[in-house]
Every structure is written in structure tokens, then in C-alpha cells.
């Protein structure tokens, strides 16, 4: 990335739409958004995300996804699980993206915009006993900013409010592990090919 051109960030951010290409009523993050001061504004204060180390913001946003979105979707999973499911030996290009495709259920799943421009995904889908976080994607040029602990962050608030368990499951040997872990997810079982972890809820947050 070009850290002397202000306007990078964002011209980078529309050049990985390309391959990606969101809205449903009734979610409780609908129009949720970061306390950043704008997209692609310049600043030394904390708030947004970072997504390099001279002080670009970037604004991100929570949108409640629809039917529409589930292609953009699948090609950003296919895009972001690739590198780990090639390495695991289970990489297939038709099936990476029917999977997303055949769980996609909008009225629990959100659009992540990054200065207005899908950049990600995420999915809260409650079970009987706990929430399950599923298809929790961002594009890999926003990876590692903050913008997938913020996102997670917010999510977690709500399941600690409700006093809820969390589970998800990860590829072995995704670097996303380390991002789960750091938000106080813990193994629960794991085979050759996923680690599935479960986070207690946090008994000092405030209730609803």
C-alpha cells in the first residue's frame, strides 16, 4: 500500500470490490456503526479502525444483509478461505462457495461496509443452548486494522448482555484463531480439520 497517497486506502478498498460485487429489516445492528470520524479521514485519534500505521481511519458499518448479498458473499468466502483450504488439502472452488450459499439465512446475518463498499460478513445464529458465530469474513486487505476485532467486539457486547454462550469453529491453523482467542474463546474440541472454541459470557457486563 502507497502510505503517501491519502487517497489509497479507499481506491484499494473499490479495487477489491471487484471480484465481491446489502438490506433486511429487524436486525438489532441495523445501521450500526463504528465511532470512526469518517471513511478515509486522516486522524490520531482512536475510533474507526486502523488500517495501517500512518493514521488512516477507515468507517465501517454493520448492515442487515438480504437474499441479494448472497452471492457477493460467496465469493468473498471462496476469496478469504482459500490459502487455509488448500493448505488443509479441501480446497474446491464449486463447493467453497455452494456451502455459503446453502447456510446463507439473511435475518441473522449482517453486511460488513467499509466506507460504503462490502467488505465483509458476519452471522449470529442462536441455537438452543448458546449463539453460533458463522461466516465471519473480511476482505484480506482490510485484515489485521481492527476492523474484525471491533466488529466481533460488538457482537460479543450483545451475547454478554443476554448472558449467552458463543460457539464457532475455525479452520486449523487460521491466523484467525489468534483473534478469537484474544477475545476469550477457548478450545472446546478440535479434528484434522477445524478447532471449534466456545466463549462464556462475560459475568461483569451489564444485562439488557
Known sequence: MNSSAKS?????????????????????????RSPGAGACEKTSQVGGARLDNIGIMLDWSLRPAS?????AVA?????????????????????????????????HTWTIEVSGVLAGCVALRP??????????????????????SAVLGRLLERCDREGALIRLNVLQGSPAR???????FTVETEDE???FMVRDPDPAAPGD
Open 8 to 32: 489509497a486506502p479507499c481506491a484499494g478498498l473499490r479495487k477489491s470490490q471487484g471480484a465481491l460485487a446489502g438490506l433486511a429489516a429487524g436486525h438489532p445492528y441495523a445501521d450500526a
Open 67 to 71: 437474499m441479494a448479498d448472497v452471492e
Open 75 to 107: 465469493e468473498l468466502r471462496a476469496v478469504v478461505l482459500k490459502a487455509d483450504l488448500e493448505r488443509l488439502g479441501r480446497y474446491d472452488e464449486q463447493r467453497v462457495r455452494q456451502r455459503l450459499r446453502a447456510g446463507f439465512t439473511p435475518s
Open 127 to 148: 441455537a438452543d443452548d448458546a449463539y453460533w458465530l458463522e461466516h465471519f469474513y473480511l476482505a484480506p486487505d482490510l485484515q489485521g486494522g481492527g476492523i474484525g
Open 178 to 184: 489468534r483473534l478469537y482467542e484474544r477475545h476469550g
Open 193 to 195: 480439520v477445524d478447532v
